[in-house]
Every structure is written in C-alpha cells, then in structure tokens.
C-alpha cells in the first residue's frame, strides 16, 4: 500500500535532482531515499526515476506520477492546516536568516516557536542576503529572512519590517552636537555592510559625490563587529538604528543630525512555491506578527535619541 512517506521522498528527488539532496531535506540518509523510491516503483510496478550521471531524472511514468505526488502533498498539508494540533507539528525547519534579524527580534521568534510548535526544530543559518537568495533557489533552506523582496521565479515574499539606516558615531568623535554635514561625515571612516550587499552599494553611493573627498569605506560581514568598532571610535557605522538600541541607551553610540537620507532596508520572509509549504507559511505569518510588535515597541525608544 502507498504511504505518503514513500510519495514525499520520490516528490523531493525531482525536485532536487538527487538523492542525497533529498536526502538533506527530509532529515535522513541517501541509503534510505534508495529503499523508499524502490519500494514506491515496485507498489507501482514501473520505473519512475532515471539515474544517469548521478542525476535523477523522471521517467514518463515519473512525470505523471508527480502530477498526483503534488496533489497529495499538498492537500495533506492543508488537511494538516485545517484540522491538525499545531502541536502536532514537527520535523527540521532550515531558516536563513539576515544578520540585522539576529540583533532585534529573532530570539522572541524562537521563543514563541517553541511554545507554539514545540516539536518542530530549527536549523539557523546566519549570512548576508546574496547568499542565502542563493541558498533558497538551491533548496537548500525552506525560509529565508532577508533583504527583499526577491524576484525570483517561484518566490514568495511576505514584508515584515522597514527598518531605518541611521549614522552612528561615538561620542569621542565630538559629532553628536548639532547638524552634521556630508563633508563632516567623510573625514571619518564608514563602517557598514559587506560587499555585494544592498546596503553597501547604497552607502557608497550616497559618498561618491564630486564635492567630497573618498570615503574611506570599511565592510564587514558580521554587524557585532561593525557595532564595535564604532563604539570603539573607529568610524561611523551606517546600519539600522534598531540594533544598538541598547548602545543608544547608554551612551556609547550617537545617532547623528544629517541631511544625507538613506532608504530603509525593507525586510522580508521569502519562500518556495511548494505542496508542502504550509509549515512555512505559518512560521512566515509569525515572523511578520513578531517584526511588527518589535518595532512598535522599538519605536518610542529610539525617538528619544
């Protein structure tokens, strides 16, 4: 009799086009994926896969049997959704996710997680937006929170929070008293984002003006350590205001008074088109909840600054 185990494992091989990649996505081992496609082509007395140069393919009979494999999917995931204890929930979920996500309300996601799906686990992988767009299109996590939204085919995006890029500087930088000029700004270092990222390009643009000098522009991958060095009176960060809430709160970061404007970087949650995507479209909508209640709380304290 066909289960639905055995129809999930031959869905995610097309999908992936390999067994060890499926292999990865349903948390087990290639040698298992073997025995369940096996087991699936003898209950349906044909060949579904071809398996040529490590590579797996669908036969014919494959391609019609994905037909019904997505339906089934799909629709257990909605039963699942409709009439299922979330409690019930479980399996490994592979969240990526952006940095600025990680100093402001991540944990609160996590927390309310493990109350509301206490048997669904995570696997948090932190990294800058290009790559893990890059990482989502392979399938290589189910839920992406990033700088979006992403335009790639089959995306979904769903916006949780704009957040606000401010200069901050240490007040031993002597910055902090009055209206701040480009040309008071460009004496310092700036200190901002990675390489390749959105926000860097934006950064240098802003600078890259006939009446200011070169900027001398620092990019780090890791915002703790952007956050230090201004601290430390190293340069200028240019980041969101809402990760340093709490250097704010103490003295040791300054929110600057300049004219230059920096859009906000609008954050979204991003995922596949999948039949069994309900699990991530709940996590979506709870990250969004979460990302809004943060900055209305977030909000007041950083106007006081």
């Not at 769903?158 to 460009?186: N, Q």
Request: proline share 7%.
């Amino acid at each position: 009799m066909l289960d639905f185990r055995s129809i999930e494992t031959f869905l995610w091989v097309v999908k992936l086009g390999s067994f060890r990649g499926a292999a990865a996505r349903l948390n087990t081992t290639q040698p298992a994926i073997s025995q369940r496609i096996a087991q699936l082509e003898r209950e349906m007395g044909v060949k579904l896969l071809n398996r040529d140069h490590r590579v797996a393919s669908p036969t014919p009979s494959g391609r019609q049997m994905m037909v019904y494999a997505e339906k089934l999917i799909g629709l257990r995931a909605q039963m699942m959704a409709e009439i299922g204890d979330r409690s019930a929930m479980r399996g490994v979920m592979r969240l990526g996710v952006a940095e600025t996500i990680v100093h402001t309300w991540l944990p609160r996601l996590v927390k309310s997680m493990n109350g509301i799906y206490p048997n669904l686990s995570l696997e948090i992988e932190v990294d800058i937006t290009p790559n893990l767009t890059a990482r989502l299109l392979a399938q290589e996590i189910e839920l992406a929170f990033v700088v979006g939204p992403l335009s790639a085919s089959g995306v979904h995006n769903r916006v949780l929070a704009d957040y606000p890029i401010g200069f901050l500087a240490s007040p031993s930088l002597g910055l902090g008293h009055g209206p701040v000029t480009p040309a008071d700004l460009a004496r310092f270092p700036i200190i901002t984002f990675p390489r390749k990222t959105r926000p860097y390009e934006v950064v240098r643009e802003v600078f890259d003006r006939p009446d200011l000098p070169p900027i001398r522009l620092h990019a780090s991958a890791s915002l703790a350590t952007v956050i230090h060095m201004a601290v430390e009176g190293l340069g200028i960060a240019v980041i969101p205001d809402a990760i340093v809430e709490n250097e704010l709160a103490d003295g040791r970061l300054q929110l600057l008074d300049t004219d230059l404007e920096i859009a906000p970087l609008t954050f979204t949650a991003s995922w596949l088109a999948s039949p069994d995507v309900v699990a991530v479209e709940r996590v979506a909508e709870l990250a969004c909840q979460i990302a809004q209640s943060s900055l209305a709380v977030d909000a007041p304290a950083l106007a006081r600054h």
